[in-house]
C-alpha cells in the first residue's frame, strides 16, 4: 500500500479556516487552511475514501469509502474564533453494502463503486449518499447514530455519482450517468435526461440554479423549477470534466478534470473565460475560498493538495504524501526502463535467474536524470531511440535521455499523449491532446510531418506498423485512422473509437482499446471487430506474451485480466495494485533456458512495480520489486 496516504477527495469547513481530505488508506485529515499543515489524522474507513462533507450548520464531517460505509465524525471548535487543533471524534458508521431499495422488484448485488454521492442536509441532521446497488440513500443522525430515512432507486441500473440537497433543504438532486432527478423523500418530482455521460456536481448559484459538471467535457446551468430550459455550455476541457465551484463573494466559477486544467469560465453563459492554473496531474475536486476568493484549493490525481493563488498562477503550498507516477516502461535488452512523475528514469536491470523459483533476478541502477524537466509535467510514454530514450512529456517537450545527458529534441507546444520510433530509429511520431500527429526526425527534433484533425479531438494513441511503414491512431472519441508512415496522408479511416488509451499492431492486426473492450482492425479487410469483452471500466494497457498463448491486461477497475491470446476468452481477473495501474511489462529472459517466461509486471500511481506470474492459467501476485521507483 505504497499509496496509502494519498489524498482522494477534500472539503472545507463552513469557517474556511480547516478543510478534511480522505486517503486511499481510509485516514480523515484535518489541515489548517492558512499553514497548510495537518493538524489531526483519524483512521476512520477500511477503503479509500472517495468523497467527504461537513456539515453547513452544525459541527459533523462524514466520509465515504470503496469499504461500502459512511461514516459520521464531530468537527470541534466550529464557530469558536480561536479553536484548538481540532481532534476528529467518529460518532457512527452506516455499512450500506446490502440496504435494499424500497422500489426494487429483486434482489439488487452491490457493485464496484467510484461514486462521489455524499451530501448533508443544509439544516437538519441528515445526509444523502449511495446504497450498495446504486439506489438514493438518506439517513437521519437526530442523536449522533445513523437512522435510515430510505433507500430509493431513481436512475435504473446505471451507478449513482453524485447528491446534492436543494439549498432550502426542501430536495435532493441527484445523478446517475447524464440523468438527473429531483425528489423528496424518495418520491420523484422531475428530473432530466442531460446527455449520455456522467454528471458529476451539482454546484449552487442562488435562486434554484445551479452549475453541473459533465464528463462530456461542459457545464451544464440548470433551474430545478424549469422556468428556463438547460444551458449547455461549450466544450471546455480535453478528458473528463469532473468538478465545479462557485465563488459568491466574487461570482467566479472554475471548473477541473482529467487534462489537468483548471479554467475558468462565464457562469452565465459557462464558456471559457480563461485559464487560471494548469496543474502537475489530471484533477478533481476545486474551490475558492470565500475569505479569499484569491486562493484556490485543487486536489490532483497524484494524491496531491495544492493550494494555489489565482492571480499569479503560482503554487503556494502543497501537501504529497505518494510516491511518483509510474506512467510508462520500455525495454531494452535485458534492462527495463522507467519513467512518469519527478526528474528521473529508472533503469531496472533482469540480472539472473533465482534458482528455485526461476524468477528473474531485479536490480536497481542508478537513475538518470531529467535534468531541466518541468516539476509541473511528467514523462507519459518513451520509446528508445538511436542515442537513448526518447520521452514525450505532458507539457509537449521531447527529450532525449542517456549518458551523454539530456537533450530537448523539439517543443510541440501541445500536451502529449503518446509516441512510437521508425525501425531504423531516424523517426519518432507523437499525438496530441490538441488533434495532432507529428513526425520528427530524432536527429535534431525537425518536424517533417503532421497530421491535423480539423475538429482538434484529443488523438490519446498511436502504433507504427514497422514492415508496412503504415502509422495507425485513434481519437478520444472519433475516427481510427491509418496514415502513411512518410508524408502522414491519410489512407484509411474507420468509426468508432471511445478511449482508446492503447494500440499495437500484431502482423496485419490493430489491437485498440475501446473504453473496456479490445477490438481488432484488420488491415486487409479494413474490418473491425470485438476482440475481449468489456472490463467494467477503460483498458489502460496490454501486453501478449513471445509464444502467444497469452494476453494480459490492466483496468481502470483497479484489476488484471488474464486472456486467451487466440480468442480473447476471459481465462483469470484478480485484483492489482491498490492504485490505478497504467502499463505492464514482461520479465522474461528469452535467451535463459532456466528462467520462467511468464512474469511480468504492472506499475502506475503506486509508484513501483509489482510483479505476477501466469500459471495454472491464473495469475499469482509475487509483490513489489522496488519500494518505489521514481
Known sequence: MQTSQKIGSFTVDPDERILFAGTM????????????????????????IEAIAAHPRLPYVAAMSMDRSVSLMTRPGAGDPTPEPPTLTQLDRFTFRDTPCRNDTFAASPTHSLSQALTFHPTDRRLATRSGSGGVLELDFDADRFALRHCTRFHGDIDLVTVRYTEDGD??????????????????????????????????????????????????????????????????????????????????????????????????????????????????????????????????????????????????????????????????????????????????????????????????????????????????????????????????????????????????????????????????????????????????????????DRLREPIWSLAYHETRNLLAFAERRGNLVIADGESLDVLHVARKTSRPKRMKWWNDTLIYVRTGELWRFDLESRAMRPYVADCGNTIEDFIWDASERYLVLVNYRTEVVLCDFKSGEKLCVTPDQADFSKGLAWLDLPGRADAYPLDFVTFGRSGTAHRYRIHNERLTALGPIAPALL
Not at 499543515?37 to 477503503?47: K, L
Not at 457562469?267 to 484533477?283: G, H, L, N, Q, T
Request: with cysteine; hydrophobic share 40%.
Open 171 to 452: 430536495a435532493l438532486i441527484s445523478a446517475a450517468g447524464g440523468h438527473a432527478v429531483l425528489s423528496r423523500d424518495g418520491e420523484e418530482l422531475r428530473s432530466w435526461t442531460l446527455g449520455d455521460f456522467n454528471l458529476h456536481w451539482f454546484e449552487p448559484l442562488g435562486d434554484d440554479e445551479y452549475l453541473i459538471a459533465c464528463d462530456e467535457l461542459y457545464v451544464i446551468r440548470l433551474d430545478i423549477q424549469d422556468r428556463k430550459p438547460p444551458l449547455r455550455g461549450l466544450r471546455l476541457t480535453r478528458d473528463d470534466l469532473e468538478h465545479v465551484t462557485y465563488n459568491s463573494t466574487s461570482k467566479r466559477a472554475f471548473v477541473a478534470g482529467f487534462d489537468g486544467t483548471v479554467y475558468e469560465i462565464n457562469p452565465e453563459s459557462c464558456d471559457y473565460a480563461r485559464i487560471a492554473w494548469v496543474a502537475p496531474y489530471k484533477m478533481r475536486w476545486v474551490k475558492t475560498l470565500e475569505r479569499d476568493p484569491n486562493v484556490l484549493i485543487g486536489h490532483c490525481f497524484n494524491g496531491g493538495l495544492y493550494k494555489v493563488d489565482l492571480a499569479s498562477q503560482r503554487v503556494l503550498d502543497c501537501i504529497k504524501e505518494t510516491p511518483n507516477t509510474v506512467w510508462t516502461s520500455v525495454r531494452a535488452g535485458d534492462s527495463l526502463f522507467f519513467a512518469g512523475e519527478g526528474g528521473l528514469v529508472r533503469e531496472v536491470a533482469l540480472d539472473g535467474v533465482e534458482p528455485v523459483a526461476k524468477a528473474a533476478k531485479v536490480a536497481l541502477r542508478p537513475a538518470l536524470e531529467k535534468r531541466g524537466a518541468d516539476a509541473s509535467s511528467f514523462t507519459k510514454r518513451m520509446a528508445m531511440g538511436p542515442s537513448g530514450l526518447i520521452l514525450a512529456e505532458k507539457n509537449g517537450r521531447v527529450l532525449e535521455v542517456g549518458e551523454h545527458g539530456v537533450r530537448q529534441l523539439v517543443d510541440i507546444g501541445q500536451e502529449l499523449r503518446d509516441i512510437a520510433v521508425n525501425p531504423d530509429k531516424t523517426a519518432a511520431f507523437v499525438c496530441t491532446e490538441r488533434g495532432e500527429v507529428r513526425k520528427l526526425r530524432t536527429e535534431d527534433g525537425k518536424i517533417v510531418a503532421v497530421y491535423h
Open 25 to 48: 488508506g481510509g485516514d480523515v485529515l484535518a489541515v489548517d487552511i492558512d499553514s497548510f499543515e495537518i493538524v489531526a489524522r483519524r483512521h476512520v474507513h477500511a477503503g479509500a
